[in-house]
């Protein structure tokens, strides 16, 4: 049931297919009872949806078309203001906040390119779980095997994607919370370089570590929706991969990889290789400070306490205790340990910045795990908290080293597998481009089903 925005945009050129028959599509598929729809979704814009849909078909039968997306259907996070709704970031504690006046930066901008919205989907609590458990609005079954999380903190994102109840998800990512469930699910996440996409009208995890990225069945569908958000040139120059240099990364995040991940990893890497991409051994030292600067939170922990702490003073038994936990975890920082793990993360930007000097991106698996089932988590406290810090463990270098990074389906035995590949701050359209290559050479994994 996925959908790839080259397919649709070329039905919709052609006069193959309607914005409006396509949205109607979308939305018979989110409210079919024996499907996803309830648990990815918390609330839709049905009427408004059709409009819109309307809308971008006039539009296109007068040749007034205002963007590549014009009239394709968007999924977006609860945690972006949409005019008219409640951002309730997934937590019961907002959901009688006062509905949105107007939409998100990053969501008038999808509007006034023609984007067709949706709803709001659903996500971890506050965004602050890689698994996207949801003990409030349900946890969406993953596409690839219903039992499985779906991943987080994007949950709702993907499963809207890869169940086809939507074309694109628009996500946020602090620690992998696009990358993530994109690895889980069979499909591609991206994290731009952080403050590069507006985030007014976004509700913060972490002010200093939070992205906005997107979810789609491929590269190109990622790259069509930053351009419109990030207000850049849509067009990808074409990169050919022979003469590229990869660094592949050989230290902190090659620990605990499970077999599958890293047989399927480790066949990409050798396709890539063949193609002509010149595969450069990596050590980065100074990530293995990570770990222990996230031993009371870290900066994430720190940041978000500032934001709910008045509100865990009167509402915390409305939390999910999973997400108040790692707030809370924050309390136990010392006067001046927030400043001092600021400048230590500046530190290890600069060096892993010399590291990678002459790379044209950085491999490693999205994550060292296929996705995990989702009533061991439940049963298990211990094991929970294990497992996300496992699922966390490599997207989250990237947010640390304030890099852009793209998850990649790769081909594997049973569940899926993310390859991620890390670009240099700022280098967002090149590594899509770096991506689209890599996808050429790797093949579509992610299978197309209107």
Do not use: W
């Amino acid at each position: 049931m996925i959908l790839r925005i080259a397919t649709i945009a070329d039905a919709l050129a052609r006069g193959e297919m309607t914005s409006e028959a396509l949205v109607r599509q979308c939305l018979s598929r989110i409210h079919d009872p024996k499907g996803e729809g309830a648990r990815a979704f918390t609330r839709t814009l049905d009427e408004q949806a059709l409009a819109e849909a309307r809308a971008s078909d006039a539009r296109r039968v007068a040749g007034r078309t205002m963007s590549p997306i014009d009239g394709i259907p968007v999924s977006i996070k609860c945690l972006f203001d949409v005019a008219g709704m409640v951002t309730h970031s997934g937590s019961r504690v907002l959901a009688n906040t006062v509905p949105a006046t107007q939409d998100a930066a990053a969501v008038a901008r999808l509007r006034a390119a023609g984007a067709v919205v949706l709803g709001h989907t659903n996500m971890t609590e506050f965004a602050y779980s890689g698994l996207g458990m949801n003990p409030h609005y349900g946890t969406p079954g993953n596409p690839a095997n219903r039992s499985r999380v779906p991943g987080g903190s994007s949950s709702g994102a993907a499963v809207s994607v890869g169940d086809g109840m939507a074309v694109i998800g628009l996500g946020t990512d602090t620690g992998g919370s696009c990358r993530i469930p994109a690895a889980f699910c069979g499909l591609t996440g991206f994290k731009p370089t952080a403050r590069r996409v507006p985030m007014a009208g976004t509700y913060p995890l972490s002010e200093t570590l939070d992205s906005i990225g997107s979810i789609a069945a491929d590269v190109a569908g990622v790259a069509l929706v930053d351009a419109v958000i990030s207000g850049e040139d849509a067009t990808l120059v074409p990169v050919p991969l022979k003469g590229l240099r990869f660094g592949l990364l050989q230290n902190y995040v090659t620990a605990d990889v499970e077999p599958a991940v890293q047989k399927a990893f480790d066949a990409a890497v050798a396709r890539l290789h063949a193609a002509g991409v010149e595969i450069v051994p990596l050590t980065l030292p100074a990530i293995e400070q990570i770990p222990a600067m996230n031993a009371q939170g870290g900066i994430t922990a720190a940041e978000a306490l500032a934001l709910h702490r008045d509100l865990l003073a009167v509402r915390e038994a409305e939390y999910d205790p999973r997400v108040s936990v790692r707030i809370r975890k924050a309390e136990a920082m010392v006067p001046g340990a927030y400043e001092a793990l600021l400048a230590q993360r500046l530190r290890m930007i600069a060096q892993c910045d010399a590291a990678t000097l002459g790379l044209d991106a950085v491999l490693m698996p999205t994550t060292p795990i296929v996705a995990p089932a989702t009533a061991a988590l439940d049963a298990d406290e211990a094991l929970y908290g294990k497992v996300n810090l496992l699922a966390l463990r490599n997207p989250t270098v990237a947010n640390f080293l304030d890099r852009c990074a793209l998850s990649l389906p790769v081909a594997a035995e049973a569940l899926p597998v993310g390859l991620m590949l890390m670009g240099e701050t700022g280098t967002d359209r090149r590594l899509l481009a770096i991506g689209a290559a890599v996808e050429a050479a790797l093949g579509h994994v992610t299978k197309e089903n209107a």
